[in-house]
């Protein structure tokens, strides 16, 4: 377990006043660790969560070499180039049956799609490749097949012994039914990962109280229990929180000791008059980041103890001894990562699906946590500033020769959620990028399946 300060003297040229990025991904997985603990679930329960260890095929799939088609299976070596080919029929194979004859040269088995092939034969012709010859016989029409056609081998799917979903697999749709097909009922995943969220700021109102002047409704609260039940992680909200020294503490301290991460929104820009940011660095290992980006700049990342203790000075922080009371196997070690976010609500998006997101999947314990880039061409000029990575919601769609194309969603302003609701993905504009013309190609990342 690193300290803020071992991570920092790690990352060459960190510099927490200008980070770039690319940096804050690097930082946050020396940050972050993989849950511990695990269960074992039943298929039906175990959809979206990340398994915690391999799943190793205990049988070939498919068990058997099988027709891949309706027709009749033969030996292909008896077919000459050019020429048709008749075949008597000897027997029918069903699916999910060995048929139990022998065929000899100049016979075929009328077979089934998935049913056992024949011992001896390596070739399937496709029913509608054939015409009825003589009474019993079919005759296969020149140059429609090679030898070894529409045979699927035994394991081509998967080989008995082999890793069928290793360690740190998402278990999406495709791979609950490829555990169903192994004919296992449950899987060893890691425990479900609990994350904490709430706002902070005097301004915000939470839903139900009345409108006043120069007060905003929270909405940062909800795009974040979005954003992390998507994820599929469990949420423990924890409301909006008024910029009061005993408020906030009681929140970092109930978030810390429930939850493995916690997000927060507002209150981490450089004048604020708030207390959140002192607080943060009263209960918690803590860095304050100004990140070369837009939407976002502002974020807060770190460690926050979860003891119900008194408050200890910002000077006096163990991370290792201030959490010794997390010594359950089942809690993340060190205490509870904190996300302190922006307020502004697109910000909170963008900073959640750029950097929380890839640190929340590595939290669950999965492999493949970067979503990818896409490459769109840019149907409009942007204006954009090298020394800085820019994220500009737009509309991707495919034109009419097939490559995708992107335009931008109107009012790119960091507290325009309406512009981010017409959005299909994010255009990401790198660090080093300068002005794009129209017609250019750009980087995508799609919202699809995230938000
Ligand atoms: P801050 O980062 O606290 O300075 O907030 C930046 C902007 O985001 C301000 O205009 C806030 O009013 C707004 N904001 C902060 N928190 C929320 C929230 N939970 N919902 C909506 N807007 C917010
Ligand atoms: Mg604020």
């Known amino acids: 377990m690193k300290t803020i300060a071992q991570i920092a003297a790690e990352l060459q040229g960190y510099d927490p006043q200008a980070l770039r990025a690319d940096d804050v991904n690097a930082f946050l997985h020396h940050l972050v660790e993989p849950v511990r603990a695990t269960e074992e679930l039943p298929l039906f329960s ?7 260890r391999d799943v190793v095929s205990p049988v070939s799939v498919p068990p058997h070499d099988n027709s891949a088609m309706d027709g009749y299976a033969f030996a292909g070596a008896q077919l000459v180039p050019g020429q048709p080919l008749t075949l008597r029929v000897v027997g029918t194979a069903l699916a999910g049956k060995a048929w139990a004859g022998t065929v000899g040269a100049g016979e075929c088995v009328k077979i089934m799609t998935g049913a056992i092939m024949p011992a001896g034969l390596d070739t399937v012709v496709p029913q509608e490749f ?3 010859a003589a009474e019993g016989h079919v005759t296969i029409a020149p140059d429609v097949l090679r030898p070894g056609d529409n045979r699927r081998f035994k394991g081509e799917d998967l080989m008995e012994g082999g890793v069928a979903l290793a360690q740190g697999a998402l278990l999406t749709p495709a791979a609950l039914g490829l555990v169903a097909s192994l004919g296992l009922p449950t899987v060893t995943v890691f425990r479900r990962l609990r994350v904490a969220y709430f706002s902070t700021g005097d301004e915000i109102l939470s839903l139900g109280e009345p409108p006043c002047e120069g007060a905003v409704y929270d909405s940062n ?8 039940t998507r994820l599929g992680v469990e949420v423990v909200d924890l409301g909006v929180v008024r910029d009061e020294p005993a408020q906030l503490e009681a929140a970092f301290r109930a978030a810390a000791g429930r939850a493995d991460a916690i997000i927060t929104s507002g209150g981490v820009s450089v004048g604020e008059a708030d207390h959140t940011r002192t607080m943060m660095k009263q209960l918690g290992d803590v860095a304050f980041w100004r990140i070369a980006m837009r939407p976002g700049r502002p974020m807060a990342v770190g460690r926050i103890a979860g003891v119900p203790s008194q408050a200890k000075s910002a000077s006096s922080v163990d991370t290792a001894s201030a959490n010794s009371y997390q010594n359950d196997s089942n809690r993340t070690p060190g205490g509870a990562v ?8 697109v910000a909170v998006m963008v900073t959640f699906l750029a950097f929380v997101r890839p640190a929340l999947l590595r939290m669950m314990g999965c492999s493949h946590p970067a979503p990818p880039l896409l490459r769109a061409t840019c149907t409009e000029a942007l204006r954009k500033k090298p020394g800085r990575t820019e994220y500009q919601r737009g509309w991707v769609t495919t034109a009419a020769d097939g490559t ?3 335009r931008t969603t109107g009012n790119q302003g960091s507290g325009v959620l309406s512009s981010m609701v017409q959005a299909n993905g ?3 504009l790198h660090h080093g990028q300068g002005n794009v013309a129209a017609g250019d190609g750009v980087d995508v990342m799609m919202f699809d399946g995230m938000i």
Not at 221 to 228: C, K, S
Not at 338 to 345: A, E, M, Q
Request: hydrophobic share 55%; no cysteine.
């Open 46 to 52: 175990a959809l979206g969560r990340v398994l915690a």
């Open 130 to 132: 054939t015409t009825a």
């Open 221 to 228: 609260r909800y795009t974040v229990f979005g954003l992390l």
């Open 338 to 345: 904190l996300f302190g976010l922006p307020g502004n609500p």
């Open 404 to 406: 995708l194309q992107v």
């Open 426 to 428: 994010l255009i990401v």
